[in-house]
């Protein structure tokens, strides 16, 4: 019983050891990267997936965001859309949320208008003309 509590106590000492020999510039390490969302007025903002780990919870930060500015009925709506910024793939709603989202990731959100009649180089909302050229990866 003595050789088991001497191992035990040993072990101790050894963890203790270890954890006071871990430099702190490391601890930054150990929590997880944010995923970085370019909204839809071009605002960035880290999205801590700590915090946000659902859809319900992404929706209401995105309701909360676009509140009282140009957009903010679309985003309650629904009628929004994310990106992989890599890939170009969309990240669709009905795929789980911890799929969806890695962390370091780089989404961007675009409205999504629902009119037949729209000029390419034209916002759907102001109708003002755009003077670049916005087709290529465009959701």
Not at 76 to 92: F, M, P, T, V
Request: aromatic share 8%; proline share 4%; hydrophobic share 40%.
């Amino acid at each position: 019983m003595a050789i088991i509590w001497t191992l035990s106590f040993q072990s101790y000492k050894i963890i203790l050891d270890l954890q006071t020999r871990i430099p702190r510039e490391f601890e930054k390490c150990w929590i997880q990267e944010p995923l970085i969302l370019t909204d839809a007025l071009g605002r960035v903002a880290p999205i801590h997936l700590e915090l946000i780990n659902s859809w319900d919870v992404l929706e209401s930060v995105l309701t909360a965001r676009f509140k009282n500015i140009p957009g903010g009925q679309k985003v309650k709506q629904g009628e929004y859309a994310l990106q992989d910024r890599r890939s170009l793939n969309l990240i669709e709603k009905n795929q789980a949320f911890e799929a969806s989202f890695l962390p370091g990731l780089r989404v961007d959100m675009s409205m999504i208008f629902k009119q037949s009649h729209i000029l390419a180089r034209s916002c759907p909302g102001c109708q003002l003309e755009s003077k670049e050229d916005n087709s290529v990866g465009m959701i």
